[in-house]
């Protein structure tokens, strides 16, 4: 939710880049190697962040928006492989409560933005998974947000799959 903006950000770049139609006339030096490079080889960075935002519950007679707060905790890992490409693997746990804004209900959420690159382009390929589960305090409160984006390009430039899908599920 909070991080979905640099998610979105690193997705965009990615499809970008494999828009390019001079993409193969383009050269320049070769790929950095060496011990400052090392410096950036399999890293993990972790970080932890408190939020705010709305969400609309779907499931009511007329949908309501939910305030919810909370706190994200940001797994990033970066790996570059034998081939000077780099992986790109971000997860986002977050836990919040929510109140309604019209009727007042509060709500248990959790939310999960998980988001996997490969590069450099091409081949390549990008996922982004967004889920918001949110738990009310009665079983026809209780919905699910969630967003699918995938693209897989082959060396050829041959867009192979993609997608994307947006639901929103009452669960009670």
């Known amino acids: ?10 997705a965009t770049a990615a499809l970008m880049a494999t828009a390019c139609d001079k993409a193969s006339n383009i050269t320049g030096p070769a790929f950095a190697t060496g011990p400052a490079f090392a410096l950036f080889s399999d890293k993990t960075n972790e970080q932890d962040d408190t939020w705010e935002e709305v969400v609309t519950n779907p499931c009511n007679v007329e949908p309501e928006d939910v305030l919810v707060k909370g706190t994200s905790h940001t797994v990033m890992t970066v790996t570059v492989d034998d081939a000077g490409g780099f992986h790109l693997s971000t997860s986002v746990n977050s836990n919040g409560t929510g109140v309604g804004q019209l009727t007042g209900k509060t709500y248990k959420v959790n939310d ?24 009310g305090p009665q079983q026809e409160d209780n ?14 430039l041959t867009t192979t799959a993609a997608f994307d899908r947006m639901e929103a599920k009452c669960t009670g």
């Open 143 to 156: 919905f699910v947000l969630q967003t699918r984006a995938h693209l897989t390009v082959n060396a050829n």
């Open 112 to 135: 999960e933005t998980m988001y996997m690159a490969q590069i450099p382009l091409p081949p390549t390929t990008t996922t982004f998974v967004h889920q918001v589960v949110a738990i």
């Open 1 to 10: 939710m909070r991080n979905e903006t640099l998610l979105i950000a690193a």
